[in-house]
């Protein structure tokens, strides 16, 4: 971390200066490791018209949050990413087992998941109000160690699509074809699903669950607008999650609104330009 705080150093911000503000410099640094893992994950969930997933899952991981503190754990994060896993397992089962619609197993799903959630929160006239900081997130709050968990994540993040894309890609868009070209199409969703399970816990207490969602939709809904190619598809997703993340934790800090409602306005308003650029393209 040293490094990195002697890069921020040379920025020319008074939150910047050598010695102060340690919580910026973080969240700084956790934006930059955050805002590729939603480009990347953003564009098969797109691909896979996936859009409430995400919403589900931080549904189902406010349920492990809220198992976690009744079993009286100091950290129940763990908890959450063990839940969050076996609900988007047993989504992908329940998928491919049914007929029904996508938006209909993920609406039952997360109903389903934030019932329980209250439910348990509210036990024995529990209150709700200290999982508020959930809804909201704080991106200022992290520290070293989690960006560290979330820099590994990134990492397993990109092995993944080095060694997967194209099947994960087939197995979203034609799920006969793949399995007729010998791709475990029920084991490639359940890997993907797990990736944006995984993502989406960890990410929620800093982006806040209200939000979580716009960032697996904007960055790659904003690049389809405007990308010719598979490559600029995805490289335009990862960057306008970058300059959309920066933005809104620089624009969060100066007027002390929400960071994660700051990135999801700069990526709804990447979407409303690219909207104008696919306009002239055509």
């Known amino acids: 971390m040293e490094l990195w705080y002697s890069l921020v150093d040379l920025l020319p911000?008074?939150?910047?200066?050598?010695?102060?503000?340690?919580?910026?410099?973080?969240?700084?640094?956790?934006?930059?490791?955050?805002?590729?893992l939603?480009?990347?994950?953003?564009?098969?969930?797109?691909?896979?018209?996936?859009?409430f997933f995400s919403d589900a899952l931080g549904h189902s991981a406010f349920t492990g949050v809220a198992v976690g503190s009744l079993c009286g754990l100091g950290e129940p994060l763990g908890a959450?990413?063990?839940?969050?896993?076996?609900?988007?397992?047993?989504?992908?089962?329940?998928?491919?087992?049914?007929?029904?619609?996508?938006?209909?197993?993920?609406?039952?799903?997360?109903?389903?998941?934030?019932?329980l959630g209250i439910f348990i929160a509210t036990l024995d006239g529990g209150s709700f109000t200290r999982f508020?900081?959930?809804?909201?997130?704080?991106?200022?709050?992290?520290?070293?160690?989690?960006?560290?968990?979330?820099?590994?994540i990134?990492?397993?993040?990109?092995?993944?699509?080095?060694?997967?894309?194209?099947?994960?890609?087939?197995?979203?868009?034609?799920?006969a074809l793949a399995d007729s070209r010998g791709v475990k199409v029920f084991w490639?969703?359940?890997l993907l699903n797990a990736a944006i399970a995984v993502v989406v816990t960890v990410a929620m207490t800093w982006v806040g669950l209200l939000v979580i969602n716009a960032l697996l939709v904007l960055p790659a809904a904003a690049a389809r607008n405007l990308a010719k190619n598979t490559r600029q598809y995805h490289l335009f997703s990862v960057l306008g999650a970058v300059v959309?993340?920066?933005?809104?934790?620089?624009?969060?800090?100066?007027?002390?609104?929400?960071?994660?409602?700051a990135i999801t306005l700069f990526l709804a308003a990447c979407f409303?330009?690219?909207?104008?650029?696919?306009?002239?393209?055509?």
């Open 132 to 152: 508020n900081s959930l809804l909201i997130g704080d991106i200022l709050s992290v520290d070293p160690a989690k960006i560290g968990l979330l820099a590994a």
């Open 154 to 175: 990134l990492g397993a993040i990109l092995l993944l699509w080095v060694l997967s894309y194209n099947d994960l890609l087939l197995s979203a868009l034609h799920p």
């Open 38 to 51: 939603f480009g990347l994950l953003s564009t098969m969930v797109v691909q896979s018209r996936m859009s």
């Open 188 to 190: 490639q969703e359940a």
């Open 244 to 261: 959309c993340g920066v933005a809104g934790l620089m624009c969060s800090y100066y007027k002390g609104a929400s960071a994660g409602a």
């Open 80 to 115: 959450a990413v063990a839940f969050a896993l076996g609900f988007s397992l047993l989504f992908t089962w329940v998928r491919r087992r049914t007929s029904l619609g996508s938006d209909t197993v993920i609406g039952v799903f997360s109903s389903t998941a934030v019932a």
């Open 13 to 36: 911000f008074e939150w910047a200066q050598p010695g102060h503000m340690f919580f910026m410099k973080n969240a700084l640094l956790a934006i930059l490791v955050i805002s590729p």
């Open 272 to 282: 409303a330009l690219s909207l104008l650029g696919a306009g002239k393209q055509k």
